[in-house]
């Protein structure tokens, strides 16, 4: 029999939902979601995939990347920071023994860190269960380590996933994920036992997709940025909806871009109605007033004929 979809969450139209509430009456609840990490010169081989395009050592790509955290990180930070805006960190769990001056500011400024992985240069796939396991419980000690934070979050490292990785992340404690960018809201995932939520995390927001693969400009994201805003705002009347901007400090935080992400950012933030929130308090306000109602609603695809 031919799979017709992975099987990680059910069928249901976005017009025929409970409707959500966020805190404060808000029509969107809104999130920025800096990646910070880390990629090694010379990384372990995964048979699947290169870390690199060029061949070892390419120094090229690892300086660029670099960049986002010895100097795009503090524009990328301070804009935030002026806009009142709190990060969710989606963070290789290793830069906290790299940068961990990156991780103090942060965890000064109220962040939160959730795990994209140990580094953005060893991948999920191909793993055992126990190897990914040892991932999993890697992240959680060493978030709650160097920051005092219980681990809420994840985003598997560079994308890469096992038949095994969101059962494991719902098993191991965890309550959201951002693997998923199949809705504009958070909805129940499909998993052997605990409580998973998918958080949107809008890959059509991401600044690697945006600059690196549709090569806009800057003037450009941000009218992007806005016109995406626009809409969740005008939907959120109705039931709230989810707005990510998923980030990396080496790409948006490039000088002549500043300007521009700080621009949406201020407008996005000047709004009323909006709930500047982190991953974390998004998936517990859907896991404790809407889970079990969007779970009851939904049906398994194969039956939404």
Not at 66 to 94: I, P
Not at 156 to 161: E, F, K
Request: hydrophobic fraction near 40%; aromatic fraction near 12%; include cysteine.
């Amino acid at each position: 029999m031919t799979m017709r979809d992975p099987g990680l969450y059910d069928y249901l139209p976005y017009d025929q939902r409970p409707q959500i509430r966020w805190p404060g009456g808000a029509r969107v609840a809104f999130w920025v979601a800096p990646n910070i990490e880390f990629y090694e010169i010379d990384p372990p081989r995964n048979p699947a995939r290169a870390a690199w395009a060029r061949p070892a050592p390419d120094v090229l790509n690892y300086s660029y990347r670099d960049y986002g955290n010895r100097a795009g990180f503090m524009r990328m930070f301070e804009a935030m920071g002026r806009c009142n805006m709190r990060g969710s960190v989606s963070l290789n769990v290793a830069v906290c023994e790299h940068h961990p001056e990156i991780i103090r500011l942060c965890a000064d400024a109220g962040w939160e860190f959730y795990s994209h992985g140990t580094y953005n240069t060893r991948y999920l796939m191909g793993m055992t269960e126990a190897q990914e396991r040892a991932v999993i419980q890697d992240s959680i000690d060493t978030i709650r380590k160097h920051t005092g934070q219980k681990l809420d979050g994840w985003l598997a490292p560079a994308l890469t996933y096992t038949d095994h990785t969101l059962d494991l992340v719902a098993e191991m404690g965890l309550t959201y994920v951002c693997d998923l960018f199949h809705d504009d809201q958070p909805g129940p995932v499909k998993v052997k036992q605990g409580r998973l939520t998918s958080v949107p995390y809008s890959l059509e927001m991401n600044d690697v997709i945006v600059y690196n693969v549709n090569l806009v400009s800057p003037r450009r994201y941000a009218d992007i940025l806005k016109r995406q805003f626009d809409r969740l705002y005008a939907e959120g009347e109705h039931s709230g909806t989810v707005m990510c901007i998923p980030l990396h400090p080496y790409l948006v935080g490039q000088p002549y871009r500043m300007a521009a992400f700080e621009e949406a950012l201020a407008y996005i933030t000047g709004h009323e109605g909006v709930w500047l929130a982190t991953g974390r308090e998004i998936a517990q306000h859907f896991n404790d007033n809407y889970y079990d109602a969007f779970a009851a609603a939904a049906q398994p695809v194969g039956d939404a004929a």
